[in-house]
């Protein structure tokens, strides 16, 4: 994105100071192998695959590596299965955002579904509520620590099931209470997001945010169905826009994007100004991308396209925001210019309000980044 040369190394310990925001994260893909073993022992639940923290993680990093959304998704039954009382879900959403501020991230947006946590007698009220209180608490340890984070959650409705509707009013009836907005998640080939077009027609009416995984596991029907049909603010993954954009030769699109001719649709998306939730690390695991280096994301951005960067599921991934800022600088060249404009796009494209996304930038966003410069 810059004229000016990159640095030769942005070091680990600088990025990992770098301010952060992070608009797609799943709390049920990012609790601490521990904690799952704490709870599972708790609560009684036998079928974890290892009883050992770092045999635990390992196992889910392995078997999200398939190539397969569905095979990816069917390791999220272990941490759903510990995730059934008030307690489990506001340790997880409290681990949440003290994890994530440790990071550097100061503003995340945290998406579950409640009705896959009503399994052990919880209304889906008393799920949500569980998951603010730990949010709350957990900001508020976080701030106590010197790391302050704002956190937001977003209620998903999963694609293959009926609650849409349901759970899109929960997220209207809880706005002003700590959920930013709706999406819809799941297996995506075979589940359209027209399947939920009330729900999205609903939140519309309602002035909500709603945000749709779509362009992940399946291209350009489900992207368009998500803009122009259901009115999706953003598009979570989206990493297949890339079908409808022609690289005239497959090296020949330079850093400015120069050689790229893009479609209809990935110029509306352009155009508009749609946000891009990217997760690299999470495609390259479920076959949606090939490499770090060969990501859709570089050549996106260099096209200006609303680009952010996202973890999706940091327990089965093995990831953080750090890690994925560092492996577009060490494997994509991306520079120091290019994360801090990342952030911003992020920031721009937050569901809390316009002036709240703007205090953040001013004060949080631009200082953090003139301060690491500086220190360049
Ligand atoms: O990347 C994803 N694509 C589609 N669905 C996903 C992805 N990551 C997690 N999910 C699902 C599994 C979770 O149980 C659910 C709610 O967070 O969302
Ligand atoms: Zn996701």
Redesign the pocket.
């Known amino acids: 994105m810059t004229e000016t040369p990159a640095p030769a190394v942005l070091s680990a310990a600088l990025v990992s100071r770098a301010p952060k925001a992070l608009l797609h994260d799943?709390?049920?893909?990012g609790l601490r192998p521990q904690t799952i073993i704490d709870l599972a022992n708790e609560s009684g639940y036998a079928g974890l695959p290892a009883s050992d923290a770092d045999a635990l993680g390992q196992w889910f990093r392995d078997s999200a590596d398939s190539g397969s959304?569905e095979r990816?998704?069917e390791t999220?039954s272990h941490t759903?299965a510990v995730m059934q009382t008030a307690d489990q879900l506001s340790r997880v959403a409290r681990e949440c955002a003290i994890d994530l501020a440790a990071d550097g991230v100061v503003y995340a947006e945290t998406?579950?579904?409640p009705e896959?946590h009503v399994a052990g007698g919880l209304s889906l009220t008393e799920v949500i509520e569980a998951v603010l209180e730990g949010l709350r608490d957990g900001e508020a340890e976080a701030a106590a620590a010197g790391t302050p984070i704002r956190m937001v959650a977003l209620l998903?409705a999963?694609r293959h099931a009926a609650k849409s509707d349901e759970i899109a009013e929960l997220a209207v009836r809880y706005r002003d209470q700590g959920v930013g907005g709706f999406d819809i998640?799941?297996?995506?080939a075979g589940f359209p997001p027209s399947r939920h077009l009330s729900a999205f027609e609903y939140l519309r009416r309602e002035n909500a945010h709603f945000t749709i995984?779509a362009g992940?596991?399946f291209g350009l029907p489900s992207i368009w169905e998500a803009i122009q049909w259901c009115g999706a603010d953003r598009l979570?993954?989206g990493v297949r826009i890339m079908d409808d954009i022609t690289v005239s030769d497959s090296d020949s699109a330079d850093a400015e994007g120069e050689g790229a001719t893009l479609g209809r649709l990935a110029a509306y998306v352009r155009d508009c100004r749609i946000p891009l939730e990217m997760?690299p690390t999470?495609n390259l695991q479920?076959g949606a991308a090939e490499s770090i280096a060969t990501h859709p994301i570089s050549l996106l951005k260099d096209l200006r396209f609303r680009v952010t960067i996202n973890t999706?599921?940091r327990l089965m991934s093995g990831t953080s925001m750090s890690r994925e800022m560092q492996l577009l600088v060490d494997e994509a060249g991306w520079t120091l210019d290019d994360l801090r404009w990342a952030t911003i796009n992020a920031m721009k494209s937050a569901f809390i309000p316009f002036d709240e996304r703007l205090a953040i930038i001013e004060h949080v966003v631009k200082p953090g980044y003139a301060a690491l410069s500086a220190a360049t």
């Open positions: 799943h709390l049920d893909g959304l990816y998704l999220f759903v998406r579950f579904a896959q998903t999963m998640a799941g297996a995506e995984h992940e596991a979570g993954h997760c999470s479920t999706d599921n």
